[in-house]
């Protein structure tokens, strides 16, 4: 047993050295361990065997060296002969690599500056190369910076964009391209503040030079109207027409200028300049570019927009004094049309910075404001030349803006209105001239000495009387000297109404229209306010009436020469349908028919004037057996009166005559029924019937003619019936017939018979106590007073009777 576990020992020991004798030495740790885990003392018996095998290898080396020993011995007796050799061929190697390094140091300098200038053509290759994409950038730049110091802003934006997206991205990788590109946003704002910055400069500078501009503008307008107005002129004559004719439009006159005066005239003016020669609009086109490169255009327009807005209303705010002159009014509407003219050629010049719906939503803005001032200023003008100035420059100023294809129907309206300011202006200029001309009359005839005298007067109004033709000099004419100065004023007020229609666009028929209408305002109210403020004057006798009654009939008779007046300017004939008439007809009616009224009114204050001077003696005892003074004085007043009422119509002096007449027996019946009058004997009565008589006398003596019969008489016939019934004392008659148509005493009134009757009787009784004490026991008298009773309860009863029944 014990000899198989020591073979089987052997046996793994001599595994355990073959192993450790085919492995590498890295891998002999698990063959070891595995001699330590066998059984014990395996280890030394490993080490005994380990020791044998180490002593056959050492045996077969030494058999191997004593085999290869003699070899070895030749070899190194070899070599020790090579060595020789070897150290010979050494210091030939050396001396040749010697003499090689002496000669290679010199081509390795020349190698090494040969690599040198290689890297550094290399080098230059690059940075050439580098440069060359560089170098445009570079000079992109720097002609950026030129066109910002040129103000070539337009240009520059092109640059910038061109750098961005053509130059910068091909050598983005450098610092100095990076800068470039923060820069280029830095100097586009720069631009966009310059350039708007410029804009405001160019702002401010229109609205400096709207005046200037709108000046030009409205001097060409005026030169184009006085070139039609010359062609016009021209054609016209060359037709042989009416010198006056309207058919659309009407050019003013120019002084008689044909139309190769007017081309000369044009010729000689002043080079025609436009907005563009008077500003420079570049900023505008410059800063429109510039923001719609940089793609805000939006934003530029809408700030434009809103500063002309702005500007839009400054100009169209007038100064507070522009009504005084017409520099105010030419100023204004210059600056108006240098605006307008402005953005007329920015609407044209550039696409879309203003559009037609703004300019027309600024033009009807500026053209409500315009009306409102126009119509606000206006109505302070008292000037009609002033008035017409302003129309003058109303009508340039239509024309002007029109021509820049402006719609301007609403200022040739407003014209109408002006027109009747206008209108309204000249009435009160003329109602001065007519009240000028009145004070300064003399109401009476016109004398003429001589027939030049006489040529002189019928030249300025149309008078003509065969009679007075026939009569010799000197002679006088009817009417005063007023009556032509008026009728010359009214002409010049025609005259002057026409210069208002000319060049309004209108029809010969419509400015005949207005000058009728206008002339007829002057007669129907300026004219006879003025007759009827002068007829209504203090100082007017009855004399300066009748004169102003023969001149309002002169007047109304040279109506129809009036017209014909009117017809030959506007050449419209006065049969035309809608022509219309002249109302002065009317109006000298009227003044005569006040006149005529003022005359009856004087008339019959006259007349109060001598019955205030009447002195009775109420109780006097018998009449003085005359009438008294102031009556005479009176009927002495109404016959010098009535003589010169020769001149007036027959129904005039008719009708004042009888009015006067009907006013003094009014005016003496009152005397002789007034209240304060208690008393009133009856040789007052007497008296008071001799001036009646003497009333009665003037009347019958026809102091005007055309009466019939008694007519005037009739006038005084309640006094007389009245005076006839106390004289007579014939009351049993009067109460007897009262109420018949055939009575005696038709005309006597029960009560105003009762009234003089009870102041009668207390005169009677007065006179009695005065001349007798005893009076009452005096039969006769007695009996009369019983008898006044009597008729005094009759009367009585017929006045309650009357008042019953009424």
């Known amino acids: 047993m014990a000899e198989g576990e020591s073979l089987e020992t052997v046996t ?180 966009k503040e310059i350039s708007m910055s410029d ?114 209303r400054l100009v169209l705010q007038p100064q507070a004094n522009m009504h005084e002159t017409v520099e105010g009014y030419r100023k204004y509407f210059n600056q108006i049309v240098g605006f307008f003219v402005v953005e007329d050629h920015i609407l044209h010049a550039t696409q879309g910075l203003v559009t037609r719906a703004f300019t027309d939503e600024l033009w009807n803005m500026a053209l409500s404001k315009i009306i409102a001032v126009l119509r606000t200023h206006s109505s302070y003008c008292n000037d009609p030349d002033l008035v017409l100035e302003l129309k003058n420059l109303i009508v340039i100023l239509a024309d002007t803006l029109q021509g820049y294809g402006f719609p301007v129907n609403r200022l040739f309206d407003l014209l109408f209105e002006v027109r009747d300011q206008y209108n309204e202006t000249l009435l009160k200029k003329w109602a001065l001239v007519f009240r000028e001309i009145f004070e300064q009359d003399n109401y009476s005839p016109i004398p003429v000495e001589n027939e030049e005298e006489y040529k002189a007067v019928i030249s300025r109004f149309p008078f003509h009387d065969a009679e007075i033709e026939k009569q010799q000099f000197p002679k006088k004419l009817p009417m005063s000297q007023s009556v032509p100065q008026i009728y010359a004023q009214v002409k010049e007020f025609i005259y002057a109404s026409l210069k208002f229609s000319e060049s309004l666009h209108r029809s010969s028929t419509e400015v005949d229209d207005m000058l009728r209408k206008s002339t007829n305002l002057l007669l129907t109210r300026t004219l006879s306010s003025c007759l009827q403020n002068l007829i209504k004057k203090p100082h007017i006798g009855l004399t300066e009436l009748v004169q102003i009654i023969i001149n309002t009939t002169h007047l109304e008779q040279a109506c129809k020469y009036l017209e014909d007046f009117i017809t030959n300017i506007t050449n419209v004939s006065p049969e035309t349908v809608h022509t219309t008439r002249l109302y002065g007809l009317s109006t000298f009616k009227d003044a005569r028919h006040a006149a005529e009224g003022e005359i009856y009114t004087k008339l019959n204050q006259k007349i109060d004037e001598f019955i205030q001077l009447a002195d009775y003696e109420w109780c006097m005892a018998e009449s003085d057996g005359r009438a008294s003074g102031y009556l005479m004085d009176l009927i002495n007043f109404l016959r010098s009166t009535f003589q010169v009422f020769t001149h007036l119509p027959g129904k005039v002096a008719q009708t004042a005559c009888m009015s006067a007449c009907k006013h003094l027996a009014t005016s003496l019946m009152q005397m002789l029924l007034d209240s304060e009058l208690k008393q009133v004997s009856m040789g007052a009565i007497q008296q008071f019937n001799l001036d009646v008589i003497q009333c009665e006398l003037f009347a019958s003596s026809e102091p005007v003619p055309g009466f019939q019969g008694d007519t005037l008489q009739l006038a005084f016939i309640d006094l007389r019936q009245l005076l006839d019934l106390f004289m007579v004392w014939d009351w049993s008659t009067y109460l007897a017939d009262y109420g018949q148509p055939t009575s005696k005493y038709l005309r006597v009134n029960p009560s105003t018979a009762l009234a003089l009757l009870e102041k009668v009787n207390r005169g009677i009784k007065d006179t009695s106590k005065k001349n007798n004490i005893f009076s009452q026991f005096r039969k006769n008298d007695r009996d009369r007073q019983k008898l006044i009773e009597t008729v005094v309860k009759q009367l009585r009863s017929l006045v309650n009777g009357m008042s019953q029944h009424s």
């Open 12 to 191: 793994e020991h001599e595994r355990i050295l073959q192993e450790i004798e085919s492995t590498d030495t890295a891998c002999v740790g698990p063959t070891l361990r595995s001699v330590y885990d066998d059984q014990p003392n395996a280890h030394r018996r490993f080490m005994e065997k380990l020791d044998a095998r180490i002593r056959n290898h050492d045996r077969e080396i030494e058999k191997m060296c004593n085999f290869h020993h003699q070899g070895f011995v030749d070899a190194i007796t070899e070599l020790l002969k090579v060595r020789a050799d070897a150290k010979k061929l050494m210091g030939q190697v050396s001396d040749t690599n010697r003499r090689l390094q002496d000669a290679g140091r010199e081509v390795t300098a020349q190698t090494e500056e040969v690599i040198r200038c290689r890297v550094q053509q290399r080098n230059m290759a690059t940075t050439v190369e580098k440069l060359q994409l560089c170098i445009p950038v570079l000079e992109m730049y720097s002609k950026l910076k030129e066109q910002l110091e040129s103000k070539r802003y337009y240009s520059a934006l092109k640059t910038m964009e061109q750098l961005e997206n053509i130059y910068i991205p091909r050598v983005s990788q450098y610092r100095f391209c990076q800068i470039m590109a923060e820069t280029l946003p830095k100097l586009r704002e720069e631009i």
């Open 199 to 312: 804009l405001k400069d160019f702002l401010e500078s229109i609205r400096k030079h709207s005046d200037k501009i709108g000046e030009t503008a409205m001097r060409q307008a005026q030169l184009h109207r006085t070139f039609n107005s010359a062609v016009q002129k021209q054609v016209t004559l060359t037709c042989a027409k009416p010198l006056y004719g309207l058919n659309g439009r009407t050019p003013l006159h120019h002084n008689g200028l044909n139309t190769e005066e007017a081309a000369d005239e044009d010729d000689a003016d002043d080079e025609v300049l436009t907005a563009h020669d008077l500003v420079d609009f570049s900023p505008v086109y410059r800063c429109l570019h510039i923001y719609t490169v940089l793609g805000d255009r939006e934003t530029f327009e809408n700030y434009y927009r809103k500063q002309r807005k702005k500007q839009a």
